[in-house]
């Protein structure tokens, strides 16, 4: 963190974020989801997900017209073990947790249950809505689609979103496997975190229209609204290093993000029509399976755990002290973080200075 970054203790913060949330229209038991999504992400140590985006990702997008405060969550089509969802534009927090404790519900009396959405927003990070499964005792699994960024292996045009594929699972150790990620190299929310600190991209994140590489953040950031750049696939440009697996995968989450519930795909998710600014409609996917359906949960998580220790314990390459496992980094971030709070870059306290003018909000002392 920069000299100038300050900490600010987690509750603070998430009452703040329902304040600003209720400030724009937001009803309070609503906000309070988006606020506590969003700070989770800040307690994992997922700064591009969290704090950071309250302002250009939400607040902003709500007073532009293109995503409703208040949500109109409408079931569709049901079955057992299935939903169809529509959420009409509104908080894709709201939309996710409720779609997510429908599939936990089902699963509980089926063994398992799927819900998928349409007409969303973006729902914060995907790790949430799996760790409420693993909470249950199950296995969660989500996806979500997202405005073009991703080129196909061989191509330069943004097409797929960063369409992040995420499981959760549970173990016996203080913190469960948790895969939670894009399937570009990186995402748009990195890349922004890169340009509030003004540093520069490694090369083979992006590439442009040309087939080159860009290492500039800012840049970057209108070239990728522009259409002119593009991001990588997870294995990187080209098929030496396997893109292809990154393209396959992101396409996979595409697919079960708008085919099962007619929603929206690749470009209709630009979030521009006729020049203008309109609602994204982006799709979802959430997925519960109740493990006591196959096996005691206490002897699964002992497994589980296993392979888990077994990973971290194997041999080391030269130079390295630790081999991690999916969702320990998010539990030793939260145990450094816990006492300390929210790290705010000196952009995140110009934005926080400016929603507290704009709405008028009280009581706030924050340390500048």
Avoid at 63 to 76: L, S, Y
Avoid at 125 to 136: E, L, N, P, R, S
Avoid at 193 to 199: A, T
């Amino acid at each position: 963190m920069s000299d100038k970054t300050v900490w600010v203790n987690f509750d603070t913060m998430e009452k703040f974020m329902v304040d600003v949330f209720k400030g724009i229209g937001v009803p309070e038991d609503d906000a309070k989801i988006c606020a506590e999504i969003l700070i989770t992400s800040d307690k994992w140590g997922i700064d591009s997900h969290g704090t950071n985006r309250l302002k250009p990702i939400y607040y902003d997008r709500i007073k532009a017209g293109i995503q409703h405060p208040v949500t109109n969550f409408e079931i569709v089509k049901e079955g057992p073990t299935t939903a169809v969802v529509d959420g009409h534009d509104g908080m894709g927090h709201v939309i996710g947790k409720r779609s997510m404790g429908m599939a936990i519900e089902k699963a509980k009396k089926y063994g398992m249950g799927m819900v998928v959405v349409r007409n969303s927003t973006h729902y914060g990070i995907a790790g949430y809505f799996a760790k409420m499964a693993i909470d249950q005792g199950m296995i969660g699994i989500t996806g979500t689609n997202a405005r073009p960024s991703i080129a196909p292996t061989f191509g330069v045009e943004n097409m797929l979103g960063t369409n992040p594929l995420t499981f959760g699972i549970p173990s016996d150790e203080e913190f469960p496997f948790l895969l939670d990620c894009a399937t570009s190299i990186s995402q748009r929310g990195k890349i922004e975190v890169y340009d509030k600190l003004g540093k520069t991209l490694p090369e083979g994140w992006v590439i442009d229209e040309n087939g080159n590489t860009m290492t500039d953040a800012t840049e970057t950031l209108d070239a990728l609204v522009k259409g002119k750049a593009a991001l990588a696939p997870l294995g990187g440009i080209g098929e030496d290093t396997a893109g292809y697996k990154g393209y396959g995968y992101a396409t996979v989450v595409e697919i079960l993000s708008a085919a099962l519930q007619s929603g929206s795909y690749l470009k209709m998710l630009l979030g521009i029509e006729n020049g203008k600014r309109v609602p994204y409609h982006l799709g979802h996917f959430f997925i519960a399976i109740d493990i006591s359906a196959f096996v005691e949960l206490d002897e699964f998580k002992k497994t589980t755990g296993n392979i888990l220790r077994e990973l971290r314990n194997s041999k080391k390459a030269p130079g390295q002290e630790r081999i991690y496992t999916a969702g320990e980094k998010e539990y030793l971030a939260w145990l450094e973080r816990k006492d300390k709070g929210v790290p705010l870059n000196l952009e995140l306290q110009n934005e926080i200075k400016t929603l507290i003018k704009e709405l008028d909000l009280k009581g706030y002392n924050f340390p500048f």
